[in-house]
């Protein structure tokens, strides 16, 4: 960040007083803090002076600090901090030309032209011969949907011209020359950034805004009225599904055994086909169950039943000695 002084010392004024006006919104936000916290009343002070008087002078700082009740260096510091504030004598109408990738293609280099030619070298100090203007290039401001635009801030406020060609800002600046009003927002005419080659109005239905279209309520949440619908409602009834099958299997063999362990005994009595056993699945069965039919079985010799080893006899239990 570049280092930013105050303006020389021939330039400053003798003193600064502020005006009822500004004194009046001084009360507003000094009353927004405690007494030992004025000093966070620092940045709005700033604003104010520099609205008053389109700049920010070294009598202004001390006036300010005094108000604040802080040391002076650090109102300077903050001052000086903030290039949003003016150190040095700026025109009446201040021209912030956004030169950002969206406004630069669309002719934000004719609107620099334009000042060039009408005020001068780029620059807040550099002042029209009538003391009317300044101009400087400024990075986005948001409104790249209306490129390219300016900004104009003056003691009225800080006001966005949309949409501009060369010739359009020229008639701007004819105007603000004369002290006539001039609009703000795009200078097409067109709302915000609504399309420019629309064919239809753009939320232009009365209906949208007048309430016409909005479904009623029956009451008004966390009223008496709610409460009472609530507690009439019936319960929710009981979703069958998944988890009520779960639950039935849980019961029905007493939470030991589940649905996944139920589903492999299954198939595996399904793979035991043609094999004895407590309960026989047969190949007719599988195939009313699944559609497929079994394949062949290849020819094996019968296994020999294994023979049984005899159990080990327990030996008799020794008598005690006589």
Same mark, same amino acid.
């Given at each position: 960040m570049s280092v930013r002084r105050l303006a020389a010392a021939e330039v400053q004024p003798e003193s600064f007083t502020f005006s009822k006006e500004s004194e009046k919104k001084i009360a507003f936000w000094m009353n927004k803090y405690p007494e030992d916290r004025k000093a966070s009343a620092v940045i709005p002070l700033l604003w104010l002076a520099q609205k008053?008087? /389109?700049?920010?002078?070294?009598? +202004?700082?001390?006036?300010?600090?005094?108000r604040c009740e802080m040391p002076y260096i650090r109102v300077y510091e903050v001052a000086t901090f903030y290039t949003m504030?003016?150190?040095?004598?700026?025109?009446?109408?201040l021209i912030q030309v956004c030169g950002t990738t969206p406004c630069w293609l669309r002719g934000a280099d004719d609107l620099k032209a334009v000042c060039e030619k009408r005020i001068g070298k780029k620059g807040r100090g550099s002042v029209s011969a009538d003391g009317k203007f300044s101009w400087e290039e400024v990075e986005c401001?948001?409104?790249?949907?209306?490129?390219?635009?300016?900004?104009?801030?003056?003691?009225?406020?800080?006001f966005y011209y949309e949409d501009l060609t060369a010739e359009a800002l020229e008639r701007i600046l004819d105007d603000l020359a004369a002290g006539k009003p001039v609009e703000m927002g795009p200078v097409t005419g067109r709302k915000c950034s609504e399309p420019t080659e629309a064919?239809? #109005?753009?939320? #232009?239905?009365?209906?949208?805004?007048?309430g016409s279209r909005a479904r009623p309520l029956p009451y008004l949440p966390?009223?008496?009225? +709610?409460? +009472?619908?609530?507690?009439?409602?019936?319960?929710?009834?009981?979703?069958?599904?998944?988890?009520?099958?779960?639950? =039935? %299997?849980?019961d029905e063999a007493g939470g030991a055994v589940k649905s996944a362990p139920r589903k492999a005994a299954k +198939?595996? %009595?399904? =793979?035991?086909?043609?094999?004895? /056993?407590?309960?026989?699945?047969?190949?007719?069965?599988?195939?009313?169950?699944?559609?497929?039919?079994? #394949?062949?079985?290849?020819?094996?010799?019968?296994?020999?039943?294994?023979?049984?080893?005899?159990?080990?006899?327990?030996?008799?239990?020794?008598? %005690?000695?006589?």
């Open positions: 008053q008087e /389109g700049w920010v002078s070294e009598p +202004a700082l001390r006036e300010i600090a005094a504030f003016n150190l040095e004598p700026v025109g009446q109408h401001l948001g409104a790249c949907s209306n490129a390219p635009m300016v900004q104009i801030a003056n003691k009225d406020g800080d064919d239809v #109005a753009v939320l #232009a239905a009365a209906e949208l805004y007048d966390n009223t008496p009225e +709610a409460k +009472a619908a609530e507690q009439s409602e019936d319960p929710a009834p009981v979703k069958k599904g998944r988890p009520a099958r779960k639950a =039935a %299997d849980a +198939a595996a %009595d399904a =793979a035991k086909i043609g094999t004895s /056993g407590p309960k026989k699945v047969t190949a007719k069965a599988v195939e009313k169950k699944t559609g497929a039919k079994k #394949a062949p079985a290849a020819k094996t010799a019968a296994k020999k039943p294994v023979a049984k080893k005899p159990a080990a006899k327990k030996p008799a239990p020794k008598k %005690d000695a006589e």
